[in-house]
């Protein structure tokens, strides 16, 4: 097993590689989906008998598998809780190690000086060691420090050099500055010579690699001011690197705007140049000269100038010249102290002009030594080209990136536009205060305000503009949050939550401007919101969206603002601003419209670039991309990177028609790159970049697509792309981040606020302009729109705490579930759990209603058989009852026909007794012939009677056996009848008993009514009201009647055209308390007198109250239980005032929405309030302090 790896991401890439979802590993182990997503999540340890299942379900090899179930079982280490931020007053005084900054663990202490510190630190989220700076919160409170940081910064990020430590992100905040830088692990050069000079051998590896690094800052304009061998890293090869630009400066400022206060020397005493200390204008000779200081103690081991103190330090840098090398190094060719000399001269002019000259000066001096132990110094890495043909490899055009504030020397084209903008921003007028820039997609709207209206403020375009703060920003899907973070760069003493003050209705913008800027007349804030568009794409929410619009149009127009608002709009969403009537306005009288560039703004935009740097183009070249661009609008970011990809293969100093050719032009050039970087790429790679472009757009409704910012986090979670595994598409998705970023296709910058890594494309140009992307888009339009709901779907989850009544359910899951077993469209991993957790969730409802399902089918199964049960009982009862009845039946008809037989044998031997004496007589004398005869006819008659007989008992056993038969036929249906019967008269019984059960509830309200009618009728109203709802009673119908006889109006509180807003008893004044809105407009508190209705008193609200709490969006008033305090609540505020003198206690701010509900505990000593936001909080009434706060878990249940 790999120790990098977890446990948890082992399951996970292994459950990949088998293509096996979380559900179907669940069921192979016999656990519940939720525990693999815990395991993998590293969130739960398994017992031993999971962990084998496991390994066999992952089918782990028999050889790794005792290792898999120890590391199931391993305890996970405990992760250190971060320290919070560092105050102000423990940065530069405390050690810092353990403390969290946005994102940055801080390690030990490595370094520290008059301007801040520097800490090892560790950024988690990408698990990459860094370098952070701190500037100690008297410098980076300074009004001067606040308006050039960003731009200085910006300069310093934007120099790429292999031997300039890289800048990978900055910003400012309250009491701090920070800057992430590289870390290096060989220490810095201060550390190496401590103990004497450098090796010659390393003397001469490190030279070039701090010139050529300080030439490349000073022709990016930026100079150190600070070099010292404190400034110089190295790396495990001793291999040199410049740092610390964080006191650059710009060389095309003036020398005000300097970060020198009165007192404080920008610099190092034992290194600093003249002209630093004579506060002269600072040029890159300046550098220079600190690099020959440096350079000296290089080779001699201690520094040229003994000092020990500052001021002595300062006055031989003014007075004494440097001691001569070869009196110390007396080995050392003369020509080297030439150098140093020069180097070091006393008078900026008589140094050297460049590092270049003084690397050039060096290396011959070295080369003309005749000495046999010395290695020849290490030739210059670049060919032997002038100065110009060095700097003319800076690539001077901007691709499809907007020119920013650090391009203003290569910005040509719009001075025409600039002088406008800055005649508007002059003009005196009612809305001088608000600029609107208008124009189509690539126009070049956010190049001329960012690259020619801001530089030309600082510069004091406008009287006192070089002391004005600038911001600017996107408003994003959360505008309050953008600007609370544009705020923070430049706030001195901000409020505790600034956001809040933000969003503290129409006039918590200006409130908040007043309150972080210097207390001063002359400093003002200028806002530059960029792609102001955003707001009407990204921003879902209407309310916000309208509350942003109003909080600007009252920081604008107050009467004491100091805020200048610039926006720059796509031309397609022109009419989208304008359905709100006062910004819509202000744009209509305040709009500057971008037009095409005329053909003389074209060649300026064309020409100028290069030939600043010494080359040229061909005339043919200049008028062909003239006559491409004509008058198209939007098309400068094509020219842009046509002129990019112009340069980068250009061939000598001139700049060819053919070469221009052979890229594709303005037309072609955009759409052959990103072709090119795509089919360079293999398979796997081509679909990572499909996946991450598709999530780089916006869809347009009504209006064209346009760009989306997206956290670099993001695509990397996507999960695995064309059967790979998630390592591997996170590799592919970095490789397509690199390819494309490499040629600015994309661009890259960080969340103002987590300062998270973000991308986005580089221009809406390359939406338009690339057929393969075009085609994406069309073919998943549909999938990406479902998306992008899955999206906020899972951002709502993940907000709640991934609550489940925020998982997907009925048809909109069947319809995600659908989605995603067709959709191309790959799934983040943290969409890809809401979707199982939401299939898991169901279902287990599914689960658990089948269940109940059967547990009432097993119940209503035993009741049928119990029922079965006893009707066979009734059945068998009956049978046996008709069983006796035909016993007895059958007994009274033997009776009977015994009875008959022998009343038949009685009569029948009474005939013949009479017959035989008859035949005695008259046949006596045949007596003895006859005898036989006789004997022969008795018999014969015995004979027959008794065959009659049998023959009649058969006959009677028959019939009986057939009744018998019809009688139990008889009797089985008509047992089945009365058992159907029974069942009907019980549940005719039942329905008698339930509306017997409503009368008798419907006869008791209405006695609960007239009980109450005499001293409460409303309430006996409500009562008899109810008792006819459960059932008709005349009764009921009575007491309604009475109850509507008695209710009388005895008084009106409100008169004509008025409106109770609120009201509540006052026992003090056995009255009630309101607050109303009088014919007038204007709200009042109101108290009448509860048994007259006559107003007793009338406070205006406007006196008791600010100005902005009043409003339509008043919700509510309660008096507390002693009658000495009132709370009222306005839109998302709530005050507590004392009744007798009306003043506020508290204002109490905690809700996020209107807040709908309030009311006091029994005792008076808590409040108790419910908003818009489904928040229910608990307020301490005497400190005004949050006791408990409650989320909901429906909507809008307070």
């Given amino acids: 097993m790999s120790s990098d790896a977890s446990f948890g991401q082992i399951v996970k890439e292994r459950r990949i590689a088998l293509d096996l979802t979380q559900i179907e590993l669940a069921h192979r182990v016999g656990c519940a989906p939720i525990t693999i997503r815990r395991i993998e999540a590293g969130n739960l340890r398994p017992s031993f008998q999971m962990a084998e299942l496991l390994a066999l379900s992952l089918k782990i090899p028999d050889a790794q598998q005792l290792d898999f179930v120890r590391l199931a079982r391993q305890k996970k280490a405990k992760t250190p809780i971060p320290k919070p931020t560092p105050s102000p007053g423990e940065i530069g005084m405390s050690d810092l190690t353990g403390r969290a900054v946005k994102g940055f663990l801080l390690g030990e202490l490595i370094g520290s000086g008059g301007f801040g510190v520097v800490y090892q630190a560790i950024q988690p989220s990408v698990q990459r060691d860094v370098a952070v700076k701190i500037i100690l919160p008297r410098f980076a409170n300074q009004p001067t420090f606040i308006r050039r940081f960003e731009t200085e910064a910006q300069l310093v990020a934007r120099l790429e050099h292999p031997h300039i430590v890289p800048l990978y992100d900055y910003w400012r905040e309250p009491d701090a500055a920070y800057l992430i830088m590289r870390l290096l692990r060989g220490g810095s050069l201060e550390e190496q010579i401590t103990s004497g000079p450098m090796p010659m051998a390393d003397f001469k590896r490190l030279v070039p690699q701090l010139c050529m690094a300080l030439d490349t800052a000073h022709r990016h304009g930026v100079i150190h001011r600070d070099i010292k061998p404190a400034n110089v890293m190295l790396d495990e090869d001793k291999n040199a690197y410049l740092t610390d630009f964080g006191i650059a400066k710009n060389l095309s400022t003036s020398e005000e705007s300097q970060l020198t206060q009165g007192g404080v020397l920008v610099g190092s005493p034992a290194y600093i140049s003249p002209e630093q200390i004579l506060a002269e204008p600072i040029q890159a000779q300046s550098d220079i000269y600190c690099l020959g200081i440096m350079l000296y103690e290089i080779l001699v081991g201690q520094k040229p100038f003994p000092g020990p103190t500052p001021v002595a330090y300062l006055q031989q840098h003014l007075n004494d010249p440097l001691p001569p090398l070869h009196e110390v190094l007396p080995e050392l060719p003369p020509a080297i102290d030439d150098v140093i000399q020069k180097a070091t001269a006393k008078k900026s002019e008589d140094r050297y002009q460049s590092t270049l000259a003084l690397l050039a000066d060096l290396e011959r001096g070295w080369q003309t030594a005749v000495s046999t132990t010395t290695p020849p110094i290490h030739k210059m890495v670049t060919p032997d080209l002038s100065t110009q043909e060095i700097t003319a490899l800076e690539n001077p055009y901007r691709g499809l990136r907007a020119f920013t504030e650090a391009d203003a020397g290569n910005f040509y084209g719009r001075k025409a536009l600039v002088q406008d903008l800055q005649s508007m921003m002059a003009d005196g007028s009612d809305l001088s205060r608000f600029v609107a820039v208008i124009g189509p997609s690539g126009s070049g709207k956010s190049s001329v305000v960012k690259a020619g209206l801001i530089p030309a403020l600082r510069r004091g375009g406008l009287p006192d503009s070089d002391s004005w703060f600038i911001v600017d920003l996107t408003p994003g899907s959360h505008p309050w949050e953008e600007v609370e973070a544009a705020l923070l760069r430049v706030a001195v003493n901000p409020p505790d939550s600034l956001l809040s003050q933000l969003r503290d209705g129409p006039r918590g913008l200006h409130r908040a401007i007043h309150r972080i800027l210097p207390n001063d007349d002359e400093t003002e804030l200028v806002m530059v919101i960029d792609q102001f568009e955003e707001l009407f794409t990204l921003v879902e929410d209407e309310q916000i969206r309208s509350h942003f619009l109003e909080g600007l149009v009252t920081a604008v127009l107050d009467p004491k603002s100091r805020l200048r608002l610039i926006i720059t709009l796509r031309a397609d969403f022109t009419d989208r601003p304008l359905q709100y009537v006062d910004f819509g306005e202000m744009m209509r009288q305040r709009t500057t419209f971008v037009l095409p560039l005329t053909p003389n703004e074209l060649t300026d935009a064309i020409t100028r670039p290069i030939t600043q740097l010494g080359m040229e183009m061909e005339p043919a070249l200049v008028s062909t991309i003239i006559r491409e661009v004509g008058d198209q609008p939007g098309i400068l970011p094509l020219m842009q990177y046509g002129l990019t990809e112009l340069f980068e293969n250009r061939q000598g100093r001139t700049l060819t028609l053919a070469n221009y050719q052979s890229t594709g032009g303005v037309l072609g050039a955009l759409a052959r790159r990103a072709d090119e970087i795509y089919n360079n790429l293999d398979n796997a790679a081509q679909a990572a970049t499909r996946q991450l472009f598709l999530r780089l757009i916006t869809l347009g409704e009504g209006v064209e697509d346009t760009r989306r910012r997206v956290l670099v986090s993001e695509l990397m979670s996507i999960a695995g792309v064309e059967n790979n595994n998630q390592q591997s598409t996170n590799n592919n998705q970095q490789l397509t981040l690199d390819a494309y970023g490499r040629f600015h296709l994309l661009t890259f910058d960080h969340d103002p606020v987590t300062r998270?890594?973000?991308?986005?494309?580089?221009?809406?140009?390359?939406?338009?302009?690339?057929?393969?992307?075009?085609?994406?888009?069309?073919?998943?339009?549909?999938?990406?729109?479902?998306?992008?709901?899955?999206?906020?779907?899972?951002?709502?989850?993940?907000?709640?705490?991934?609550?489940?009544?925020?998982?997907?359910?009925?048809?909109?899951?069947?319809?995600?579930?659908?989605?995603?077993?067709?959709?191309?469209?790959?799934?983040?991993?943290?969409?890809?759990?809401?979707?199982?957790?939401?299939?898991?969730?169901?279902?287990?409802?599914?689960?658990?209603?089948?269940?109940?399902?059967?547990?009432?089918?097993?119940?209503?199964?035993?009741?049928?058989?119990?029922?079965?049960?006893?009707?066979?009982?009734?059945?068998?009862?009956?049978?046996?009852?008709?069983?006796?009845?035909?016993?007895?039946?059958?007994?009274?008809?033997?009776?009977?026909?015994?009875?008959?037989?022998?009343?038949?044998?009685?009569?029948?031997?009474?005939?013949?007794?009479?017959?035989?004496?008859?035949?005695?007589?008259?046949?006596?004398?045949?007596?003895?012939?006859?005898?036989?005869?006789?004997?022969?006819?008795?018999?014969?008659?015995?004979?027959?009677?008794?065959?009659?007989?049998?023959?009649?008992?058969?006959?009677?056993?028959?019939?009986?056996?057939?009744?018998?038969?019809?009688?139990?036929?008889?009797?089985?249906?008509?047992?089945?009848?009365?058992?159907?019967?029974?069942?009907?008269?019980?549940?005719?019984?039942?329905?008698?008993?339930?509306?017997?059960?409503?009368?008798?509830?419907?006869?008791?309200?209405?006695?609960?009514?007239?009980?109450?009618?005499?001293?409460?009728?409303?309430?006996?109203?409500?009562?008899?009201?109810?008792?006819?709802?459960?059932?008709?009673?005349?009764?009921?119908?009575?007491?309604?009647?009475?109850?509507?006889?008695?209710?009388?109006?005895?008084?009106?509180?409100?008169?004509?055209?008025?409106?109770?807003?609120?009201?509540?008893?006052?026992?003090?004044?056995?009255?009630?308390?309101?607050?109303?809105?009088?014919?007038?407009?204007?709200?009042?508190?109101?108290?009448?007198?509860?048994?007259?209705?006559?107003?007793?008193?009338?406070?205006?609200?406007?006196?008791?109250?600010?100005?902005?709490?009043?409003?339509?969006?008043?919700?509510?008033?309660?008096?507390?239980?002693?009658?000495?305090?009132?709370?009222?609540?306005?839109?998302?505020?709530?005050?507590?005032?004392?009744?007798?003198?009306?003043?506020?206690?508290?204002?109490?701010?905690?809700?996020?929405?209107?807040?709908?509900?309030?009311?006091?505990?029994?005792?008076?000593?808590?409040?108790?309030?419910?908003?818009?936001?489904?928040?229910?909080?608990?307020?301490?009434?005497?400190?005004?302090?949050?006791?408990?706060?409650?989320?909901?878990?429906?909507?809008?249940?307070?």
């Fill in 756 to 1198: 998270a890594a973000t991308v986005e494309v580089a221009h809406e140009a390359l939406l338009r302009e690339w057929p393969r992307l075009r085609n994406w888009l069309s073919d998943s339009r549909e999938d990406v729109r479902r998306q992008r709901l899955l999206a906020d779907a899972t951002r709502q989850w993940h907000n709640a705490g991934q609550d489940d009544s925020y998982l997907l359910r009925g048809s909109r899951l069947v319809e995600f579930e659908s989605w995603f077993e067709t959709t191309t469209i790959a799934l983040t991993e943290n969409e890809q759990t809401i979707l199982n957790s939401s299939i898991a969730a169901r279902n287990q409802r599914h689960a658990e209603e089948e269940a109940r399902r059967q547990r009432e089918l097993e119940t209503a199964h035993q009741l049928a058989e119990e029922q079965a049960q006893r009707a066979e009982e009734q059945t068998t009862a009956a049978q046996n009852s008709r069983q006796r009845a035909l016993i007895l039946a059958g007994v009274s008809v033997l009776a009977i026909i015994l009875a008959i037989a022998a009343f038949g044998f009685a009569r029948s031997s009474t005939n013949n007794a009479n017959l035989a004496a008859t035949r005695e007589v008259e046949a006596f004398a045949n007596l003895i012939l006859a005898s036989t005869s006789e004997a022969d006819a008795i018999r014969n008659a015995n004979l027959a009677t008794t065959r009659e007989a049998e023959a009649e008992a058969e006959r009677e056993t028959a019939l009986t056996a057939q009744q018998q038969a019809e009688e139990e036929t008889n009797f089985r249906a008509t047992a089945e009848a009365i058992a159907i019967n029974e069942r009907q008269i019980a549940e005719q019984q039942q329905a008698i008993a339930e509306q017997q059960l409503r009368l008798t509830t419907s006869r008791e309200l209405a006695l609960a009514a007239n009980a109450n009618l005499e001293f409460d009728p409303e309430r006996s109203l409500l009562l008899g009201l109810a008792a006819l709802e459960s059932a008709y009673t005349t009764e009921a119908e009575e007491e309604v009647r009475a109850a509507l006889q008695a209710s009388r109006v005895e008084f009106t509180l409100t008169e004509e055209g008025e409106n109770i807003l609120g009201l509540d008893y006052f026992p003090n004044r056995d009255g009630l308390m309101g607050i109303g809105l009088a014919n007038n407009g204007k709200q009042s508190i109101v108290i009448w007198d509860i048994k007259s209705g006559d107003r007793l008193e009338t406070i205006p609200l406007e006196d008791i109250v600010p100005p902005e709490f009043i409003n339509e969006n008043f919700m509510g008033m309660e008096i507390s239980p002693d009658s000495s305090l009132l709370v009222i609540a306005s839109n998302n505020l709530i005050k507590i005032l004392e009744i007798n003198s009306w003043e506020t206690i508290h204002t109490l701010e905690g809700h996020t929405d209107v807040v709908g509900s309030i009311t006091f505990s029994p005792d008076g000593t808590l409040l108790a309030s419910g908003g818009d936001d489904g928040v229910l909080i608990i307020w301490d009434i005497k400190t005004g302090d949050v006791q408990m706060s409650v989320l909901a878990t429906q909507e809008g249940a307070f």
